[in-house]
């Protein structure tokens, strides 16, 4: 998962300020010392760390944060706020051409994720929006790149125009554009040829596709994993062909997730997707304003509640929010939750979005194993109507009988407990904004 290692430090910056009781100007100095190196540790380019620290320290020493109450969460708050402007603020959506079909051009080096992400982009923009696209294979040098966009086309179930590997990728575009309007095609990807690393030709290849075509996006794909490299990489496609937007790819892996912080402020350009998978749905929107929480430890409630939304009716959703900020949440809504979840796939990604929960060293590495998740709806079943509306009943009495009727230890009976309780509290403080609950949980 990205920015593990940020988040840990990040949190270990703020939460050496909030032991202080009274903040001087040195600990503000030292804690900005530890999130200046944090971040360029996270490969985070110089430059960007630089002005993100600068302004950091001055609306810091401004406002009167340090003589005011709670200086270590205001500065949580200032960090917030600049992580998300780093990030471009709003999320930006895919540009539409107010003509049909929207043209969009995939660029990229070799392996970043191109093909792979014209074809999530396609899947998205049909399921989400009922949309025809269509595909256009015109990477003529990757061996086997035109096969893989064909693979891909048949199982999204998008038409792919190709013409084998012998005929220049600029005809390919002219004689696909013309299938696709005839094909009456809404959003056309054309999959640009990479390169290991850029070069004149195929820059001058990439130009002369963006005359012959007038794309309306041209999608820049960098993979994450590379780092600098992969800003480096922004930087020369975007002086040469003016990208208009970039989709992040690996996001899933390892990364240390400077490349997510650093291409909107070097290059100008949003990034508008991230993809976090190999398989044709994991592709997200990116939101700079999650993206930061996360990066925070803080979770990222929104994403867990829309993937949540997708297998649920959106009013079940609405009701669920709802109990969550009133605190009304019961053991009957617990349960519908887990089922929910279940169907949502792996546990240890999820949990890592609640708030609080990405950087708790005991889930560091978990594997969540689906047998747990059967004690607790075992411990559940065992409580009357009453206890799983009223989970307040629950005396020791009670929670003895729950233990011999679920077959479960009362140490974990009482821990579920525990842990139910909390993660409503939790939520509650989350979903009404209360920032002082977050701070807890990043432990400042
Ligand atoms: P291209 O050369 O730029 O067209 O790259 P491909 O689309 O062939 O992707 C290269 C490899 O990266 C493939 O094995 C993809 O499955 C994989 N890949 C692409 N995007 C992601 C992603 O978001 N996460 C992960 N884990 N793998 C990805």
């Known amino acids: 998962m990205a920015f593990e290692g940020l988040t840990e430090r990040l949190q270990g910056a703020i939460s050496g300020l909030r032991r202080k009781g009274k903040v001087t100007d040195a600990d503000l100095r030292d804690t900005m010392r530890e999130i200046r190196m944090a971040l360029l540790d996270a490969d985070v380019n110089y430059t960007v760390v630089k ?93 086997a790149a035109i096969q893989q966009l064909q693979t891909i086309g048949e199982q999204i179930d998008v038409p792919v125009f190709e013409l084998g590997t012998d005929v220049d990728p600029r005809d390919i575009v002219r004689q696909g554009l013309d299938a696709a309007r005839e094909a009456k095609a809404d959003y056309v990807f054309i999959d640009a040829a990479g390169r290991l690393q850029i070069d004149e030709a195929l820059m001058q290849e ?121 605190s009304t949440f019961d053991f009957n809504d617990f349960l519908d939750q887990m089922e929910q979840v279940q169907n949502m796939g792996p546990m240890e990604d999820l949990i890592k979005m609640i708030p609080g929960m990405a950087n708790n060293p005991a889930l560091k590495n978990v594997q969540m194993d689906p047998k747990d998740m059967e004690h607790i709806k075992a411990i559940v079943y065992s409580m009357t109507p009453a206890e799983r509306e009223n989970p307040d009943l629950l005396n020791p009495s009670r929670r003895r009988r729950l233990a011999a009727g679920s077959g479960r230890p009362i140490v974990e009976v009482n821990r579920m407990i525990k842990q139910f309780n909390e993660m409503k509290k939790m939520m509650g403080q989350v979903l009404n904004g209360n920032t002082q609950g977050m701070e807890q949980m990043m432990g400042a």
Request: proline share 4%; charged share 30%.
């Open 51 to 143: 002005e993100f620290v600068r302004n950091v320290r001055e609306k810091a020493s401004g406002a009167n944060v340090l003589e005011g109450l709670n200086p270590a969460q205001q500065i949580v708050s200032i960090v917030n706020d600049e992580l998300v402007e780093m990030m471009g603020d709003e999320a930006t959506p895919l540009n539409k051409s107010p003509k049909i079909p929207t043209v969009i051009m995939m660029v990229g080096l070799q392996g970043a994720g191109k093909t792979t992400t014209a074809g999530k982009l396609a899947n998205k923009l049909k399921r989400e929006q009922n949309a025809r696209p269509f595909m256009i294979a015109a990477d003529v040098y990757r061996p």
């Open 206 to 326: 990439l130009a002369d596709i963006k005359d012959i075509a007038q794309p309306d996006e041209i999608m820049l794909v960098v993979d994450a994993m590379t780092g600098q490299n992969a800003t480096e990489t922004a930087e020369g496609f975007n002086e040469r062909l003016g990208i208009t937007g970039v989709a992040l790819t690996k996001l899933d892996g390892d990364t240390r997730g400077g490349a997510a912080l650093s291409i909107r402020a070097v290059t100008g350009k949003p990034i508008k997707f991230v993809g976090q998978g190999e398989k044709m749905d994991d592709l997200d929107v990116f939101y700079p304003d999650r993206m930061a929480s996360r990066i925070l430890g803080m979770g990222d409630m929104m994403t867990l509640i829309e993937k949540a939304q997708k297998d649920y009716d959106e009013k079940q959703a609405e009701e669920t929010m709802e109990k969550m900020k009133s």
